[in-house]
C-alpha cells in the first residue's frame, strides 16, 4: 500500500522559500513507472499542478509555467522521499500542497495522495 | 495550456436519484496512438485529499462503486452517478494528463435535495 506522508512549516514569510517534504512508503522515488508530483488546491486558483520529477534511466523535472522561475522539486533517494522548493513567495502563495503519485504509462493520472499541508504565507 | 471547464459549479440530487457532472477541454485529450482518453474524475471530501475514481476517461478504480461511471471522449466528457447516496456528498474534477501541464476543472459540488 503506497503512502505519502507530507511534512513542513504552515507559515511562511513573504519572499522567502516555502520548503515541503514528501516521505514515500510502498513504492521507490526510483521508481521508472511513475511521477512524482507538487500540487496545491487554493480558492482563488483552485487545483493546480506545480510540477514532478521522474526516473528514467536518469532524473527529469517539469514544471508548471506558472512557478517554473521559482520552483524545485527534488528527488532524495536515500530518504525515498521528494522535497518541494518554492521561492520568493507571496500571500497569493497561500494553499494546501499536495503530493501525488502518477502512473501516466499505466493511462492513471493521481492515484495516491499525500495528507496535504496547509502553508499560510503572512508576516 | 489546456483550460478544463465543468458544468454545473453546484448540483442538488435527491438521494437515489441520477446525477451527471460535465467536463470540457478547450482541446481534444484523446490520443490517436492509443486511442485513449487522457482524462480522470476525483472526489473530495472536506479536509481530504482528491480522491482518484476514473481514468482513461470511462476506467473505474478498483473499489470505487459501480454506481459511478464516466464517458465521452475528444473535449467533451460526462461523470455520472447512477443512484446517488449520501456518502457522494463531494466536490467532483475533472482533470486531463494529455498534456503538461496537467490542469483540473474548478469542480462540481453535488449536494442532497
Known amino acids: 500500500q503506497v503512502q505519502l506522508q507530507q511534512s513542513g512549516p504552515g507559515l511562511v514569510k513573504p519572499s522567502q522559500t516555502l520548503s515541503l517534504t514528501c516521505a514515500i512508503s510502498?513504492?521507490?522515488?526510483?521508481?521508472?513507472?511513475?511521477?512524482w508530483s507538487w500540487i496545491r488546491q487554493s480558492p482563488s486558483r483552485g487545483l493546480e499542478w506545480l510540477g514532478r520529477?521522474?526516473?528514467?534511466?536518469?532524473?527529469?523535472?517539469e514544471y508548471a509555467p506558472s512557478v517554473k522561475s521559482r520552483i524545485t522539486i527534488n528527488p532524495d533517494t536515500s530518504k525515498n522521499q521528494l522535497s518541494l522548493q518554492l521561492n520568493s513567495v507571496t500571500p497569493e502563495d497561500t494553499a494546501v500542497y499536495f503530493c501525488?503519485?502518477?502512473?501516466?504509462?499505466?493511462?492513471?493520472?493521481?492515484?495516491?495522495w499525500g495528507q496535504g499541508t496547509l502553508v499560510t504565507v503572512s508576516s | 495550456d489546456i483550460v478544463m471547464t465543468q458544468s454545473p459549479d453546484s448540483l442538488a440530487v435527491s438521494l437515489g436519484e441520477k446525477a451527471t457532472l460535465n467536463c470540457k477541454s478547450s482541446?481534444?485529450?484523446?490520443?490517436?496512438?492509443?486511442?485513449?482518453?487522457?482524462l480522470g474524475w476525483y472526489q473530495q471530501k472536506p479536509g481530504q485529499p482528491p480522491k482518484l475514481l476514473i481514468h482513461?476517461?470511462?476506467t473505474r478504480e478498483s473499489g470505487v462503486p459501480d454506481r459511478f461511471s464516466g464517458s465521452g471522449s475528444g473535449t467533451d466528457f460526462t461523470l455520472t452517478i447512477s443512484s446517488l447516496q449520501a456518502e457522494d456528498v463531494a466536490v467532483y474534477y475533472c482533470?486531463?494528463?494529455?498534456?503538461?501541464?496537467?490542469?483540473f476543472g474548478q469542480g462540481t459540488k453535488v449536494e442532497i435535495k
Open positions: 482533470q486531463q494528463y494529455y498534456s503538461p501541464p496537467r490542469t
Open positions: 520529477t521522474y526516473y528514467r534511466s536518469k532524473w527529469y523535472s
Open positions: 482541446q481534444s485529450v484523446l490520443s490517436s496512438s492509443n486511442n485513449k482518453n487522457y
Open positions: 482513461w476517461a470511462s
Open positions: 510502498g513504492d521507490s522515488v526510483s521508481s521508472n513507472s511513475v511521477a
Open positions: 501525488a503519485r502518477g502512473s501516466e504509462a499505466r493511462g492513471v493520472p493521481f492515484d495516491y
